[in-house]
């Protein structure tokens, strides 16, 4: 199941992983890690997957690592890898996808993160995200090569939908 970040909290893995597993009778469903409120920090935390079943989702259910849904806050020192369904072309499995509606680039609601001193392998679709009423500064982050980039348009960091922000001082590999 997702694990929650309660509102202001900041999730430090001090060193720690978390595994997505496919559960009894059923498949991973969302993101590994989610925010609960309106500001969430991650830091020193690996997060991953492992053998998921290649099953397609829309919406929430989407496969992601790390999901900021209309928050601001901060990702850091963390690990992403093996986001992925499998040979797949299945449009989700993000390594950190960050969002806030609206999507037209009005900016009514700006949430504010911090992508920095990550490590993302093994993600299906998307490395890092940014969509929507968003201000993003995308740094100093190692961003691998989809696990699936032969199945499908694979992005290795997208601001878009409205989104804004400052990418640099990345080191993006295969896409």
């Known amino acids: 199941a997702t694990i929650s970040i309660p509102d202001g909290f900041t ?11 496919d559960p009894a009778g059923g498949h991973f469903l969302g993101a590994v890690v989610l925010n609960a409120g309106s500001v969430a920090h991650v830091r020193r935390l690996t997060v991953e997957a492992n053998g998921l079943t290649n099953a ?3 919406g929430a259910d989407r496969l992601c690592g790390i999901m900021f849904e209309g928050a601001s806050g901060s990702i850091t ?8 369904r499998g040979a ?6 993000n390594a950190i996808e960050i969002r806030n509606a609206p ?8 949430q504010t993160v911090e992508i920095a001193h990550n ?19 995308i740094h100093h982050n190692m ?19 409205g989104g804004t922000g400052v990418v640099e001082h990345n080191l993006i590999n295969g896409n």
């Open 56 to 58: 397609c989702d829309s």
């Open 77 to 84: 020192k963390t690990t992403v890898a093996n986001t992925n």
């Open 119 to 137: 490590s993302l392998s093994g993600w299906q679709k998307t490395g890092i995200v940014a969509n929507g009423d968003v201000d993003v500064w």
């Open 103 to 110: 999507f037209n680039g009005s900016h009514p609601d700006t």
């Open 88 to 93: 797949s072309g299945c449009q989700e499995g």
């Open 11 to 21: 999730l430090n893995g001090d060193g720690n992983t978390i595994t997505a597993v």
């Open 143 to 161: 961003v691998g090569a989809s696990a699936t980039q032969a199945n499908l348009a694979a992005n290795s960091i997208q601001v878009g939908f």
